[in-house]
């Protein structure tokens, strides 16, 4: 099969999805779009071939390009998505996919019409992490039992990006969609469960004060009809570094990580302590999930199941946003 080539848009983590696709064998890096002339003049340094531009529809209708690759602010997503699908591209989108339910279930009709011959991705980039590989594995094996609960929290730790950053002037912006998406893609992806309702509550005392508009705080529970228990946080005002914890608890097994490491308890016996992993739990790049996506083009892998659960997290990120105005236990209406 011919090389692929590749369109990107927008060079913030958009620089990893470039060097992804530069060093795959198969995928040429045909044409790069940011808004920042500095930015795209760097890079012109490196790929001296590739067609610069600031107007994404340039890649999103051109004929020579195959794949784009979407890593611009929130709100453009969707729109930029719709319009790679309706030109033939397979996409591979930054989360979220995009930030609405009514969004999703316009993207989520065009890919169903395509999807025999069009992939569609997003980068819920924790899934290539060392540490969560071993885990999905070991839960499947039944290593824990049954898991009646899964915490996770995401401490973004970067209170200037949402009080100065493109994330406080944009609409809507929602740090669930924004971030707490990680930790329920994870308890989607390793528990292979989904929950039936939410119920979400949050806050925005640490930007108080501030231009940001929103909560910067979120917290909520989540039911199954296992029986399951679910509870995400989004804490992006959090003194702290960068980081999220992990917690699932099941009848034989309980799994943490936090900052004390990754850790296994497999007794209550207090006189045995736990059992340490030296597992990575972050991904060796952001980029680590695009040479699998690129296989799955190549070679028209199926990929349906996993482009399922990037729509079941927005339904699930849609019912906390509802959640939180609402005041209200919410059931989720899965797309």
């Given at each position: 099969?011919?090389?692929?080539?590749?369109?990107?848009?927008?060079?913030?983590?958009?620089?990893?999805?470039?060097?992804?696709?530069?060093?795959?064998?198969?995928?040429?890096?045909?044409?790069?779009?940011d808004?920042?002339?500095?930015?795209?003049?760097?890079?012109?340094?490196?790929?001296?071939?590739?067609?610069?531009?600031?107007?994404?529809?340039?890649l999103?209708?051109?004929?020579?390009?195959?794949?784009?690759?979407?890593?611009?602010?929130d709100?453009?997503h969707?729109?930029?998505?719709?319009?790679a699908?309706?030109?033939?591209?397979?996409?591979?989108?930054?989360?979220?996919?995009?930030?609405?339910?009514?969004?999703?279930?316009?993207?989520?009709?065009?890919?169903?019409?395509?999807?025999?011959?069009?992939?569609?991705?997003?980068?819920?980039?924790?899934?290539?992490?060392?540490l969560?590989?071993?885990?999905?594995c070991?839960i499947?094996?039944?290593?824990?039992?049954?898991?009646?609960?899964?915490?996770?929290?995401?401490?973004?730790?970067?209170?200037?990006?949402?009080?100065?950053?493109?994330?406080?002037?944009?609409?809507?912006?929602?740090?669930?969609?924004?971030?707490?998406?990680?930790?329920?893609?994870?308890?989607?992806w390793?528990?292979?469960?989904?929950?039936?309702?939410?119920f979400?509550?949050?806050?925005?005392i640490?930007?108080?004060?501030?231009?940001?508009?929103?909560?910067?705080?979120?917290?909520?529970?989540?039911?199954?009809?296992?029986?399951?228990?679910?509870?995400?946080?989004?804490?992006?005002?959090?003194?702290?570094?960068h980081?999220h914890v992990?917690?699932?608890?099941?009848?034989?097994?309980?799994f943490l990580?936090?900052?004390?490491?990754?850790?296994?308890?497999?007794?209550r016996?207090?006189?045995v302590?736990?059992?340490?992993?030296?597992?990575?739990?972050?991904?060796?790049?952001?980029?680590?999930?695009?040479?699998?996506?690129?296989?799955?083009?190549?070679?028209?892998?199926g990929i349906?199941?996993e482009?399922?659960?990037?729509?079941?997290?927005?339904?699930?990120?849609?019912?906390?946003?509802?959640?939180?105005k609402?005041?209200?236990?919410?059931?989720?209406?899965?797309?």
């Amino acid at each position: 099969m011919n090389n692929l080539r590749v369109g990107i848009i927008g060079l913030g983590v958009g620089e990893q999805h470039v060097k992804a696709y530069s060093d795959h064998p198969n995928c040429i890096v045909a044409g790069i779009c940011d808004f920042s002339e500095e930015k795209l003049a760097k890079i012109q340094c490196e790929f001296p071939d590739a067609y610069l531009t600031r107007n994404a529809d340039e890649l999103l209708l051109s004929p020579d390009i195959d794949v784009i690759s979407i890593a611009s602010f929130d709100n453009d997503h969707a729109d930029q998505v719709t319009i790679a699908l309706n030109s033939g591209k397979h996409v591979f989108c930054e989360k979220p996919l995009c930030q609405t339910l009514e969004q999703a279930y316009h993207i989520k009709d065009i890919w169903a019409n395509q999807q025999s011959r069009l992939k569609l991705g997003s980068n819920l980039v924790l899934r290539g992490a060392p540490l969560y590989k071993w885990l999905k594995c070991r839960i499947e094996e039944g290593f824990f039992g049954d898991i009646y609960a899964f915490d996770g929290e995401y401490l973004y730790g970067r209170l200037n990006k949402i009080t100065s950053g493109w994330r406080g002037q944009i609409d809507d912006y929602s740090v669930i969609m924004g971030g707490g998406i990680h930790m329920i893609d994870l308890m989607l992806w390793l528990t292979n469960q989904r929950p039936t309702s939410v119920f979400a509550s949050g806050n925005k005392i640490c930007t108080k004060n501030t231009e940001f508009r929103y909560n910067d705080y979120v917290s909520s529970i989540m039911s199954f009809e296992s029986g399951m228990t679910g509870r995400i946080t989004a804490n992006f005002g959090c003194v702290h570094r960068h980081h999220h914890v992990i917690r699932i608890y099941g009848t034989k097994a309980t799994f943490l990580y936090d900052d004390a490491g990754p850790r296994i308890h497999t007794t209550r016996d207090p006189s045995v302590s736990s059992e340490h992993l030296n597992l990575n739990p972050l991904p060796p790049s952001k980029g680590v999930l695009i040479p699998d996506f690129i296989a799955s083009v190549l070679n028209n892998n199926g990929i349906n199941n996993e482009t399922q659960i990037i729509f079941d997290s927005i339904s699930i990120c849609s019912a906390h946003d509802k959640s939180l105005k609402t005041q209200k236990q919410e059931m989720i209406n899965y797309i």
